[in-house]
T-cell receptor, first 117, second 115 residues
Framework: DAGVIQSPRHEVTEMGQEVTLRCKPI?????LFWYRQTMMRGLELLIY????????DSGMPEDRFSAKMPNASFSTLKIQPSEPRDSAVYFC???????????????FGPGTRLTVL | AQKITQTQPGMFVQEKEAVTLDCTYD???????LFWYKQPSSGEMIFLIY??????QNATEGRYSLNFQKARKSANLVISASQLGDSAMYFC????????????FGQGTRLTINP
């Protein structure tokens, strides 16, 4: 089975530009998560979806960030306009809750390293 | 709210020795899950091991075991017979009750295995 797929793997953009990060979860998983990793703040959850519905977006830093999940196999995280402080590694992860505890392990994609100049 | 504390920013261990990475947690949930992930220098997050709060036995996965002490709220990762490839960042994380799928991560421990 393919793991979580993220694109692009690296993104360099200039301040003020729109950035779109993409994620394809593991087939059959019903939860999808977006995390951000920085040296200062570590790994922090931005938003997560259950069956394509956003459940908790309390970690989204501000209105410049938005996330969508139009279907079970695709999600996007958009930053508009981007700022240098958005530079980080963004991870997408997915899990399968319906099997109960132990099966709900989150599996991470390879991450997107975003640099905003 | 959940909180994870990893007090060892870095550890250096000789190859083939066993190593224990510390993790303490705080939660008011009665049911919760504890996870360990490995992040090598290449950057990906690799799931290692899971322990449920109601599991009576400590979890084991190959060379990894989780020393779960519920009363002390600790969930230490033990790696037996360390290898050079074990050099990486290690993160402890917890999830509260099953319906709240959020993972809270600790700050991580950087493990370096010396030949």
């Amino acid at each position: 089975d393919a793991g979580v797929i993220q694109s692009p793997r690296h993104e360099v953009t200039e301040m003020g530009q729109e950035v779109t990060l993409r994620c394809k979860p593991i087939s059959g998983h019903d939860y999808l998560f977006w995390y951000r990793q920085t040296m200062m703040r570590g790994l922090e959850l931005l938003i997560y979806f259950n069956n394509n519905v956003p459940i908790d977006d309390s970690g989204m830093p501000e209105d410049r960030f938005s996330a969508k999940m139009p279907n079970a196999s695709f999600s996007t995280l958009k930053i508009q306009p981007s700022e240098p402080r958005d530079s980080a590694v963004y991870f997408c992860a997915s899990s399968f809750l319906a099997g109960g505890p132990r099966t709900d392990t989150q599996y991470f994609g390879p991450g997107t390293r975003l640099t905003v100049l | 709210a959940q909180k994870i504390t990893q007090t060892q920013p870095g550890m250096f261990v000789q190859e083939k020795e066993a190593v224990t990475l510390d993790c303490t947690y705080d939660t008011s949930d009665q049911s919760y899950g504890l996870f360990w992930y490995k992040q090598p220098s290449s950057g990906e997050m690799i799931f290692l091991i899971y322990q449920g709060s109601y599991d009576e036995q400590n979890a084991t996965e190959g060379r990894y075991s989780l020393n779960f002490q519920k009363a002390r709220k600790s969930a230490n990762l033990v790696i037996s017979a360390s290898q050079l490839g074990d050099s990486a960042m290690y993160f402890c994380a917890m999830r509260g009750w099953l319906g709240a799928q959020k993972l809270v991560f600790g700050q991580g421990t950087r493990l370096t295995i010396n030949p």
